[in-house]
C-alpha cells in the first residue's frame, strides 16, 4: 500500500460538484492499494498515519502526531499511486489492486483510524472527485509499507 500523506489546515473532497467530506487541521491522505496488499498492511499503513510526528509544538516544528493534535483525517483512494512509469510515456496501473479487494483495504484502513478515535472523512472509493486543500507547511510524506 501506499499512501501520499499531506498536513493540512483544512481539506474537502467533491464528487460532481457535491461535498461529501471536508476536515479541519489534521492529514489529508491518498490512498492506493497495490496487488499483494493484506489487513495486516492496511492496518500498519493506519498506524504509521497516527503515529507520525510532523505537527509543531512549541519546540519544534515536527514533534507532535496526530493523535496528540486530535487532528482529523481525509482519506481519498487513489489507484494512480500504482503506477508504473519506467517505460514509456504512458503509466501502467497493472500493480493496483482490482477494484474489489482495494475497496476492502481502503476501509480497512479507515476502520483501524477509527477504532483509535480518529475522525475521518473520506472519498467515495471508485469515484471521480475534486479534491481542496490548504497544505500547511508544505509537509508531504509517502508512505509505503514496503518500506516501513
Known amino acids: 500500500m501506499r499512501a501520499l500523506i499531506q498536513r493540512v489546515s483544512r481539506a474537502s473532497v467533491s464528487v460532481a460538484d457535491d461535498e461529501v467530506a471536508a476536515i479541519g487541521a489534521g492529514l489529508l491522505v491518498f ?4 496487488n499483494g496488499d493484506t489487513h495486516r498492511e492496511a492496518a500498519r499503513l493506519a498506524d504509521k498515519t497516527m503515529g507520525l510526528r510532523i505537527f509543531p509544538d512549541d519546540k519544534r516544528p515536527m514533534n507532535r502526531s496526530l493523535k496528540d493534535i486530535e487532528g482529523q483525517v481525509l482519506v481519498v483512494s487513489q489507484f494512480t499511486l500504482a503506477a508504473d512509469a519506467r ?3 504512458r503509466p501502467s496501473f497493472t ?3 482490482p477494484p474489489e479487494p482495494a475497496k476492502m483495504l481502503y476501509e480497512h484502513y479507515i476502520e483501524r483510524l ?3 478515535g480518529v475522525t475521518v472523512g473520506r472519498g467515495l472509493f471508485g469515484a471521480h472527485m475534486a479534491v481542496l486543500l490548504e497544505n500547511d ?4 510524506i509517502l508512505l509505503d509499507t514496503d518500506r516501513i
Do not use: C, S
Not at 31 to 34: D, E, Q, S, T, Y
Not at 137 to 140: D, H, L
Open 31 to 34: 490512498l492506493g492499494v497495490i
Open 87 to 89: 517505460r514509456g510515456m
Open 95 to 97: 500493480d493496483a489492486a
Open 114 to 116: 477509527e477504532q483509535a
Open 137 to 140: 507547511g508544505p509537509v508531504t
